[in-house]
């Protein structure tokens, strides 16, 4: 579906491993944002920051209907290595229908959505830079739109779920949920403490990245998050062409672990048969799963 190809085989020599400890927040965040109650002045397109002495870039789309008064939900979502801001946001070689992993269509005008541009292409996050570049982007899109902070989340592909985790680690307090397809532990984990609402989505014959990798970031949040274990949870067969979805019991209130593992390979569209591909934007059931997860009832409290 993307043209990652070669690309992704770099994964295996990138060394994100961060023992730096990022300055943080704080409480957890609640309410509605600066932005609330006036004229926006945030408009959808390309925008920068700079960002320790750094230009930095993303791209962000505000609802056509927006209200000044209506607290939205945030959507982020990271590009994987080699790929853009661009690429996530126009959807890549699907289209509209995939843009911001499938996010735009899903919520239907409901949600702002932001991709960020990584440095290099990559999310390294070199003494937890990128982790500062996601907090500005936070505090720009809050004064200027009106935003529900307790509505807040991120996902992301391979590089980008792997950036995702560092933000977890980090900035549980400033998210409501994430989202993690085919990821790996590469941009750090800085704190890693706290809990948040955890979405692992995981092919069994994943190359790149392994299943096992991503049952070990899964088992942090698990932990964090309160509940029993996922040890030897459900997992189809290669070949089988279908997945097979987990949710852990036990957990704190708030604080759901849903662990989808697919017959499929290193791609970020996972797709059952009869779909003529495992990785298929068009027929992925990624989209729906996700959305759902994020609009749960125990996710619209702070």
């Given amino acids: 579906m ?28 609640t309410g509605r944002s600066p932005g609330c109650g006036s004229a926006p002045t945030i408009t959808s397109g390309v925008k920068s920051l700079t960002v320790n002495g750094k230009q930095r ?28 801001m661009d690429q996530v946001a126009g959807g890549g070689t699907t289209g509209e229908p995939w843009a911001y992993y499938g ?9 702002i959505l932001v991709a960020p541009q990584g440095l290099n292409n990559g999310w390294a996050n070199a003494g937890g830079e990128d982790i500062l570049f996601i907090d500005a982007i936070n505090k720009y899109v809050d004064s200027g739109l ?33 989202t993690f397809i085919a990821g790996g532990q590469l941009s750090g984990c800085s704190g890693g403490n706290d809990p948040v609402a955890y979405f692992g989505i995981h092919g069994v014959s994943d190359g790149t990245l392994n299943m096992a990798g991503g049952r070990t970031m899964r088992d942090r949040f698990v932990k964090n998050n309160g509940c029993a274990s996922m040890a030897g949870a459900p997992e189809p067969r290669a070949g089988s062409r ?6 852990a019991t036990g957990c704190k209130p708030g604080y759901p672990v849903l ?17 003529p ?26």
């Avoid at 190809?5 to 409480?27: E, F, K």
């Avoid at 996010?103 to 949600?111: F, H």
């Avoid at 590089?159 to 998210?175: E, Q, S, V």
């Avoid at 279908?242 to 949710?247: D, E, G, L, R, V």
Wanted: hydrophobic share 45%.
């Fill in 2 to 29: 993307y043209l990652v190809g070669s690309l992704l085989l770099g994964l295996a020599c990138l060394t994100g491993a961060l023992s730096t400890t990022i300055p943080g927040p704080h409480t957890r965040a």
């Fill in 57 to 84: 870039q993303f791209t962000i789309r505000v609802p056509q209907n927006y209200q000044k008064d209506n607290g939205y939900k945030v959507i982020i979502g990271l590009h994987w290595v080699g790929g853009t």
């Fill in 103 to 111: 996010m735009q269509k899903m919520a239907n005008e409901s949600a």
């Fill in 146 to 178: 009106c935003v529900n902070q307790a509505q807040r989340f991120s996902m992301g592909f391979s590089y980008g779920a792997a950036m995702t985790y560092a933000i977890a680690c980090a900035r549980a307090k400033d998210f409501r949920a994430m």
């Fill in 242 to 247: 279908t997945h097979m979805m987990t949710a």
């Fill in 259 to 275: 662990w989808a593992a697919h017959d499929g390979g290193h791609g970020p569209a996972p797709a059952d048969a009869p779909a």
């Fill in 277 to 302: 591909s495992s990785d298929d934007g068009l027929r992925t059931w990624m989209p729906a799963a996700v959305w759902a997860f994020y609009t749960q009832a125990q996710l619209a409290s702070s």
